[in-house]
């Protein structure tokens, strides 16, 4: 049994989508990468902390029924002034915008890819909130497990967020600035050598402007000045850059050809052998292989495929 938010909305919308969409993908694999700290799976629902424009903010949603194309999203704390600006997170925090009709189609093309698109049809893709956010929780999940990603970033959360003026449940803080990131020292980090230099580095050039974009997408080429520079930096490799592209900038057809989980997905099915080959492939599916990313990893067992259960 989860803990209950104990919190009353002081404002609430219907956040509006085009159906279908699996809900178990996108809620499951939010919930199972939730930074302690700053996002929860609260009584069969997602909270998290939100920087609004009145300061912070805290939103709950839950996974749409059978048959709806709308989420309903609970402000449960900042102003109700902000809730426009808490609908245009979630929209984008939860991938509200897309249309399956322009993405299912084109997978579907591919013979290996059309039994998983008809199986689970309208996957999207688990944004974040925000760019700079993005980036250091994927350097924070090089080479690491899931638990271990949010055990790292939920620390940085707990030195450096910003505090809510009270709790809701779990969530206690809004995720850190850049410039509250600063502060951060090799000391209390829990890393090796290497993958301190790359989020000190990171943190230092994120101060200095890079990514420095509202959520959501920025002008096509999809934040690629941005992402040159995200590349240039010590120890952010292929995997890294993508990932933000991906969850950070809205690029659809970014792609991870050597992550972990989908080329097991990709060896088990017969797509490819290795994260060239797999690569080759994907030109198939683009302009929108982010998503193709999202039926690869849902093809296999995974926490983050299912929404959590007795909790």
Same mark, same amino acid.
């Given at each position: 049994?989860?803990?209950? *938010?104990?919190?009353?909305?002081?404002?609430?919308?219907?956040v509006?989508?085009?159906?279908?969409?699996?809900? !178990?993908?996108?809620?499951?694999h +939010?919930?199972? =990468?939730?930074?302690?700290?700053v996002?929860? %799976?609260?009584?069969?629902?997602?909270?998290?902390?939100?920087?609004?424009?009145?300061?912070?903010?805290?939103?709950?949603?839950?996974?749409?029924? !059978?048959?709806?194309? #709308?989420?309903?999203?609970?402000? +449960?704390?900042?102003?109700?002034?902000?809730? !426009?600006?808490?609908?245009? #997170?979630?929209?984008? %925090?939860?991938?509200?915008?897309?249309?399956?009709?322009?993405?299912?189609p084109?997978?579907?093309?591919?013979?290996?890819? #059309?039994?998983? &698109?008809?199986?689970?049809?309208?996957r999207?893709?688990?944004?974040?909130?925000?760019?700079?956010? $993005?980036? &250091?929780?994927?350097?924070?999940?090089?080479?690491?497990? *899931?638990?271990?990603?949010? $055990?790292? =970033?939920?620390r940085?959360?707990?030195?450096?967020?910003?505090?809510?003026?009270?709790?809701?449940?779990? &969530?206690?803080?809004?995720?850190? =600035?850049?410039?509250q990131? $600063?502060?951060? *020292?090799?000391?209390?980090?829990?890393?090796?050598? $290497?993958?301190?230099r790359?989020?000190?580095?990171?943190?230092?050039?994120?101060?200095?402007?890079?990514?420095?974009?509202?959520?959501?997408r920025?002008?096509?080429?999809?934040?690629?000045?941005? +992402?040159?520079?995200?590349?240039?930096?010590?120890?952010?490799?292929?995997?890294?850059a993508? =990932?933000?592209?991906?969850?950070?900038?809205?690029?659809?057809?970014?792609?991870?050809?050597?992550?972990? /989980? #989908? +080329?097991?997905?990709?060896?088990?099915?017969?797509?490819?052998?290795?994260?060239?080959?797999?690569?080759?492939?994907?030109?198939?599916?683009?302009? &929108?292989?982010?998503?193709?990313?999202?039926?690869? %990893?849902?093809?296999? !067992?995974?926490?983050?495929?299912?929404?959590?259960? /007795?909790?």
């Amino acid at each position: 049994m989860s803990e209950s *938010t104990g919190t009353q909305p002081l404002a609430a919308a219907r956040v509006a989508f085009t159906p279908p969409l699996h809900a !178990p993908q996108l809620f499951g694999h +939010l919930a199972a =990468t939730a930074v302690p700290g700053v996002e929860a %799976w609260t009584d069969g629902a997602l909270v998290r902390s939100l920087a609004l424009p009145g300061g912070p903010g805290v939103v709950r949603v839950a996974p749409p029924g !059978p048959g709806e194309d #709308a989420v309903v999203l609970e402000l +449960l704390r900042g102003s109700p002034d902000d809730l !426009p600006a808490a609908v245009a #997170a979630v929209r984008w %925090w939860l991938d509200l915008d897309v249309d399956p009709a322009a993405v299912d189609p084109v997978l579907a093309r591919d013979a290996v890819l #059309a039994p998983l &698109v008809a199986a689970a049809p309208g996957r999207r893709v688990p944004r974040s909130a925000g760019a700079a956010e $993005t980036a &250091v929780r994927a350097v924070l999940g090089q080479q690491v497990s *899931t638990a271990a990603a949010r $055990t790292h =970033t939920g620390r940085l959360v707990a030195a450096h967020g910003t505090p809510l003026p009270a709790p809701v449940a779990s &969530v206690t803080h809004v995720f850190p =600035t850049p410039a509250q990131l $600063t502060a951060v *020292t090799a000391a209390e980090l829990a890393l090796p050598r $290497t993958r301190q230099r790359t989020l000190l580095g990171l943190v230092a050039a994120l101060a200095e402007g890079l990514l420095a974009l509202p959520p959501g997408r920025p002008p096509a080429p999809v934040g690629e000045e941005h +992402l040159a520079a995200l590349r240039a930096l010590p120890g952010v490799g292929p995997w890294t850059a993508s =990932t933000v592209a991906l969850r950070g900038l809205g690029d659809d057809d970014a792609f991870l050809p050597g992550d972990l /989980g #989908a +080329l097991a997905a990709a060896r088990d099915l017969g797509l490819a052998d290795d994260a060239r080959a797999l690569e080759r492939r994907s030109s198939a599916w683009s302009p &929108v292989r982010g998503y193709a990313l999202q039926h690869l %990893w849902g093809a296999l !067992p995974h926490p983050i495929n299912a929404l959590p259960v /007795g909790r």
